[in-house]
């Protein structure tokens, strides 16, 4: 039960991450002893074939946000015998793969010692991210660290858990946003030990990581800003 499955979730219509992912296919699928993904049903059909030819189990899902997909990649990946889970977004296992390959070796490994695991950014890492993802998250990293007692990095879209933990998500895990909402409920229900790690892969690619669609400057701004309120909430509310 101690090996590490992988779970993760994927909005792609375009097929954008499908090259990507084909030069890092063998290194990913040798990294994890399990690999899980949930497909939007609006992604692209050659990307759901690709993904079906390799070694990852694959679930279609309706779209229905970020939260919903993770809560099934979570149920799905409890469908299998690993007893721990790195949960990372695909497009961010893709640029983490990119460029960091030993490091999200060298982290997988270390996962089994952790019940709740959070993967933030490095200093170097973070500055790599569009300013209004920068400044709106460092307000939410502030609520959070401020109800865990510890500083932390929860918006980088990976954390890894214990299967004892995925079941409590699988069970109370309800909310608009899962990226704090997840380690609160560990946290304050589980009783789990938080630790954190804060690493070089987890950084922006625009070509990867950035909004497909164009939106005004404004328009970024307010949707990371309604993101921070609703992680910082949930950070706030869950579990009490």
């Known amino acids: ?10 909005h792609d219509p375009s097929g954008k991450k ?76 893709l640029t983490w793969g990119k460029k960091h390959l030993d490091e999200l070796k060298q982290i997988v490994q270390r996962i089994p010692d952790y019940g709740y695991l959070i993967l933030g950014r490095t200093e170097r890492a973070m500055e790599t991210h569009p300013v209004e993802w920068k400044e709106t998250e460092r307000i939410t990293n502030k609520i959070v660290s401020l109800e865990l007692g510890q500083e932390v990095d929860i918006t980088a879209g990976s954390c890894a858990f214990s299967r004892k933990n ?17 380690v609160m409920i560990a946290r304050r229900i589980a009783k789990s030990d938080i ?22 400057e404004a328009e970024k701004w307010l949707g990371r800003l309604e993101l921070s309120y609703v992680i910082s909430e949930t950070a706030v509310r869950t579990g009490k």
Request: charge should be negative.
């Open 1 to 10: 039960m101690g090996k590490v499955a992988l779970i993760t979730v994927v």
């Open 18 to 93: 499908i090259e990507l992912f084909k030069q890092l296919q063998n290194d990913l699928e040798s990294i994890y002893a399990e690999l899980f993904i949930a497909i939007s049903d609006q992604s692209s059909a050659e990307l759901i074939e690709v993904m079906e030819g390799s070694r990852f189990n694959v679930k279609v899902i309706p779209k229905k946000g970020a939260a919903e997909a993770r809560r099934e990649a979570v149920k799905f990946g409890l469908t299998g015998v690993c007893g721990h889970f790195h949960y990372c977004d695909f497009d961010r296992l």
């Open 166 to 182: 995925a079941e409590y998500i699988k069970k109370y895990s309800n909310g608009k946003m899962t990226d704090a909402e997840w």
């Open 195 to 216: 630790g954190y790690l804060p690493v070089e892969g987890l950084e922006y690619h625009e070509d990867t990581n950035g909004i497909s669609r164009k939106i005004s």
